[in-house]
């Protein structure tokens, strides 16, 4: 079955330890993608992945890192989370250009 | 990306057709109209996109006007679960583009 794997599905941390969020796809898709969502404020993207070893900055990047070292996995890494960044992040694959976004289940992750 | 405008809440009763309008004046030549949806907290879901022409598939229409500044979304035969937040995208097609914004949405509210 193609879809987009997130893990975990809810995180409570506490600030300043270093956390990663995992994202996988099985669909051999080149474009990858995180986005935050927050009560009010809508989807925000925070990075991209146009490809293997190719990421860059979408709106919210601060505070946030990514990685595309294999075309399946994307992880985003927050190396010291704040309350700020507690959120319910989403993660999504797209193949072809104008092809439609494949999002994961969610992460609902707690800074504390 | 054009920005696009949406209403911030619509009703529709079970069993008649949902029409979500979106206004995108500032739409360019090479843009194109996508529709997702989110159900509580789960990821987005693709509906449909087109260009220019009208679109149909197995979950809905887009009707978009000859001018291609706005489009509507129709659901013809709305059910409770059709309960969500819909989301009118304009993006530019192509290899450039990696940034994809969400706006506010639409919230459906599908009652008995």
């Known amino acids: 079955e193609a879809q987009v794997t997130q893990n975990p599905r809810y995180l409570i941390t506490v600030t300043g330890k270093k956390l990663t969020v995992t994202c996988s796809q099985n669909?051999?898709?080149?474009?990858m993608s995180w986005y935050r969502q927050d009560p009010g404020l809508g989807l925000r993207q925070i990075y991209y992945?146009?490809?293997?070893?190719?990421?860059d900055k979408g709106d919210v990047p601060e505070g946030y890192k990514v990685s595309r070292k294999e075309k399946r996995n994307f992880p985003l890494i927050l190396e010291s989370p704040s309350p700020n960044q507690t959120s319910l992040y989403f993660c999504?694959?797209?193949?072809?250009?104008?092809?439609?976004?494949?999002f994961g289940s969610g992460t609902q992750l707690s800074v504390l | 990306d054009a920005k696009t405008t949406q209403p911030t809440s619509m009703d529709c009763a079970e069993g008649r057709a949902a029409n979500l309008p979106c206004n995108h004046s500032?739409?360019?030549?090479?843009?194109?109209v996508y529709w997702y949806r989110q159900i509580h907290s789960q990821g987005p879901q693709y509906i449909i996109h087109g260009l220019k022409n009208n679109e149909t598939n197995e979950m809905a229409s887009l009707i978009i006007t000859e001018d291609r500044k706005s489009s509507t979304l129709i659901l013809p035969h709305a059910t409770l679960r059709d309960t969500a937040v819909y989301y009118c995208i304009v993006r530019a097609g192509g290899t450039s583009y990696g940034k994809l914004t969400f706006g506010q949405g639409t919230i459906l509210t599908v009652h008995p």
């Open positions: 669909m051999n898709h080149e474009y």
């Open positions: 999504a694959s797209r193949g072809q250009i104008r092809e439609k976004l494949f």
């Open positions: 500032t739409i360019s030549g090479n843009e194109y």
């Open positions: 992945s146009m490809n293997v070893e190719v990421t």
